[in-house]
């Protein structure tokens, strides 16, 4: 069964460069037909699909954050990483890593989740 584990800062200054990491074990991320999404949640909002990298690793991103938002993957590791620059407070939310089929993620109740990580935007 797949597990994905968050890590990453939980912390981050205004302007800065956030960067989260999600480790994968019992699955390779090379696998097809697997998506591999970052998801967040801000507090007492819904989910937002920020982006993902394929099986291929071919990324796709919401455009809302695409202007600000890299995802990449170390196949040797079996991991992928979100980058999100130029944070501020709004970007504060517990950010979670997914595997599932489909290209993009609105619910919790679709593939597979990590446990999540609290990533808190502030001087």
Do not use: H
């Amino acid at each position: 069964q797949v597990q994905l584990q968050e890590s990453g800062p939980g912390l981050v200054k205004p302007s800065q460069t956030l960067s989260l990491t999600c480790t994968v074990s019992g699955g390779s991320i090379t696998t097809n037909p697997y998506y591999w999404s970052w998801i967040r949640q801000p507090p007492g909002k819904g989910l937002e699909w920020m982006g993902a990298i394929s099986y291929s690793g071919r990324t796709s991103y919401s455009p809302s954050l695409r202007s600000r938002t890299s995802i990449s993957r170390d196949t040797s590791k079996n991991q992928f990483t979100l980058q999100l620059s130029s944070v501020t407070p709004e970007d504060t939310a517990v950010s979670y890593c997914a595997r599932d089929v489909r290209p993009t993620i609105w619910s919790m109740s679709q593939g597979s989740w990590g446990q999540g990580t609290q990533v808190t935007v502030s001087s």
